[in-house]
């Protein structure tokens, strides 16, 4: 039984949970009374492992064959590697994890959120269909992105609090594409070997970690010039910073090496951690300067 439950626990990649953790934390910047919130601890506990087990498992579920040749699979950090068995019969306590919070999460955040899972589970269904997913037909992944946004969303609906601006959902967005095209440059080789197309394995490792650079600088604009925030902005240009040295100084075009990707996938939760907190604390992305 505990070597199921930590398969399920692996199969959600708390290595990422950061994602929706920051994105749901979001909306209720600056708001001290949410601490003492029960429909805000419901809600967080929700996009932790409930949400990411959905998601993830789903995806795993259809990504077998691509799957095998991931060295990165079988960690905490990017997620469990389950025989054909296992994922098979994945849907099951994914649809039980499912049937127990749904009712909870109807109860705080109303009508709604029902509106918002039927969204969600579309967009889902669509990114993974087992032949014709979304996921295999690139650039048309990066538009199914926009179901990792819409946990701001939920968040506003379940503490009720002010919607986002529209300029910060259009930020969110770019967000979302800039991690995911990270995750397609780490899976560059494995998926050529699967014979999968994604934006990266059709543009290439150089064009596509230019878009990354391309997108980073968009962000980094909107911060520096529309939400005049120097202190984000600057992190963020460090980063930004990074990546040019990655492309043409350091790393270029070499595969990473798992022990490299974990150490990104480290300092990356770190540097999520401290953003969070900043851009929590400050309300920097509530309202454009």
Not at 5 to 12: D, H, Q, R, T
Not at 90 to 116: D, E, H, N, R, S
Request: with cysteine.
């Amino acid at each position: 039984m505990l070597q199921q439950l930590l398969f399920y626990l692996k199969v959600s990649r708390p290595g990422l949970w950061f994602a929706t953790l920051w994105l749901y934390l979001l909306p209720t910047s600056q708001m001290e009374t949410v601490w003492t919130s029960i429909p805000f601890w419901v809600g967080l506990v929700y996009v932790t492992f409930p949400l990411n087990f959905m998601v993830y498992g789903w995806n795993d579920s259809v990504d077998y064959d691509t799957d095998q040749f991931n060295p990165r699979k079988d960690s905490f950090w990017f997620g469990a590697k389950g025989s054909k068995e296992e994922l098979e019969a994945l849907w099951k306590p994914i649809l039980l994890v499912q049937i127990l919070c749904i009712p909870i999460l109807l109860y705080f955040a109303g009508w709604q959120f029902l509106m918002l899972m039927a969204a969600f589970v579309l967009i889902n269904g669509l990114y993974n269909l087992p032949e014709k997913g979304l996921r295999s037909r690139p650039p048309l992944e990066l538009l199914c992105q926009v179901g990792y946004v819409m946990t701001a969303t939920f968040s506003v609906y379940i503490n009720q609090v002010p919607n986002l601006p529209y300029i910060t959902y259009f930020y969110l967005l770019l967000f979302a594409w800039q991690s995911h095209l990270i995750g397609e440059v780490m899976d560059i080789e494995p998926d050529r070997k699967a014979d999968r197309r994604t934006t990266a394995t059709i543009l290439g490792m150089k064009k596509t970690k230019l878009l990354i650079i391309g997108i980073v600088s968009i962000e980094v604009s909107l911060l520096l010039f529309v939400y005049k925030d120097l202190i984000f902005g600057g992190m963020l240009a460090i980063g930004l910073l990074w990546l040019l040295l990655d492309l043409f100084w350091i790393y270029k075009t070499q595969t990473y090496t798992v022990q490299q990707m974990r150490l990104f996938g480290l300092l990356s939760n770190m540097v999520a951690l401290a953003s969070m907190m900043y851009v929590w604390y400050s309300g920097c992305l509530l309202s454009v300067g």
